[in-house]
C-alpha cells in the first residue's frame, strides 16, 4: 500500500511538475498596444461588423453557462437579470446589488442572509455575461483601446478594463477578420495564471432581435457552451 501511495505521489508530483513547465512555456506578455483614434476606428469597425444596433436594441438575453449550472434571463431595459443556480435563485438589481432578492428552495431569504449570495451572484453575472456580449463593451467607461501589430502583420484591438466589473484591470486582445467581425481573444486576467490564453469567438448565431450573440466557445481542450441562447424584444 505505501508502495502504491509512494507512486501516486510522484506521478502527481510529475504532472504538476509538467504543468509548471506548460505554464512558463505558453505564458505570453501582455503586449504594447498604440492607443488614439486609430484604435477607436478599428473597435467601431468590429461594432460595424456586428451590426452592434441590434444589440443595443435587444431588451432581453437569456443564456446559460457552465453546462447549464448557471442561468440567466436579463432585462438590460430595466438592468435587471434572474440568475439561478443549485438551489437558489437571485432577482439581481445590477446598479442597485442591495435591493436583489434571494430565494432558497422557494422561500425568500432576509436580507442580511442574502447578502453573500447576492455578492456570488453578481460575480456570476460579470464573468458569464462577459462571454455572451464582449465584443459589445469595447466602448465601456474604463476601458482602454490600443492597437497590436500580430505575427502576421494584422491589426489587433487591445482592451484593457480599468475599472467595473469583478476583476478590473483584465486585457483582451481580439483578432478580427479582414471586415473587423471578431474572431478569438488572448486574455491576460487575473484568474488565470498564464497570460496569452486565446479562446474562440467564431460559433455565432443570430437571435430573434436581429443581434449576434456566440452559442460557445473553444478554450484549448474545453469547449464553453453558452447554452440555449435568446434575444427578444
Keep these: 500500500m505505501k508502495r502504491i501511495v509512494r507512486i501516486l ?20 506578455a501582455l503586449p504594447e498596444g498604440q492607443t488614439g483614434p486609430e484604435a477607436d476606428r478599428l ?6 461588423a456586428l451590426n ?20 440567466y434571463k436579463w432585462d438590460k431595459q430595466l438592468g435587471l437579470c434572474q440568475v439561478k443556480w443549485d438551489d437558489y435563485e437571485v ?10 432578492k434571494v430565494i432558497k428552495k422557494g422561500e425568500l431569504l432576509p436580507k442580511d442572509e442574502g447578502e453573500a449570495i447576492v455578492e456570488k451572484a453578481l460575480a456570476y453575472f460579470n464573468n458569464d455575461s462577459f462571454w455572451l456580449v464582449a465584443p459589445y463593451k469595447v466602448f465601456d467607461a474604463g476601458t482602454t ?6 505575427e502576421d502583420g494584422t491589426e489587433g484591438l487591445l482592451i484593457t478594463y480599468n475599472s467595473g466589473g469583478t476583476t478590473p484591470g483584465d486585457s483582451y486582445l481580439w483578432k ?21 490564453l486565446e479562446a474562440t469567438w467564431d460559433d455565432w448565431m443570430v437571435v430573434e432581435s436581429g443581434a449576434f450573440l456566440p452559442k460557445s466557445h473553444t478554450l484549448g481542450p474545453v469547449t464553453l457552451s453558452m447554452g440555449d441562447v435568446k434575444g427578444y424584444n
Design 9 to 28: 505521489g510522484i506521478g502527481l508530483g510529475l504532472l504538476i511538475l509538467i504543468g509548471l513547465i506548460f505554464g512558463v512555456i505558453a505564458h505570453e
Design 43 to 48: 473597435a467601431q469597425k468590429m461594432l460595424d
Design 52 to 71: 452592434h444596433e441590434k444589440y443595443s436594441e435587444t431588451r432581453y438575453l437569456e443564456w446559460s453557462y457552465q453546462g447549464g449550472r448557471n442561468q
Design 91 to 100: 432577482d439581481l438589481n445590477l446598479s442597485k446589488p442591495n435591493e436583489s
Design 145 to 150: 483601446r490600443s492597437i497590436v501589430v500580430l
Design 176 to 196: 478580427l477578420n479582414p471586415n473587423g467581425f471578431p474572431n478569438s481573444y488572448k486574455m491576460w486576467v487575473k484568474i488565470i495564471p498564464i497570460g496569452g
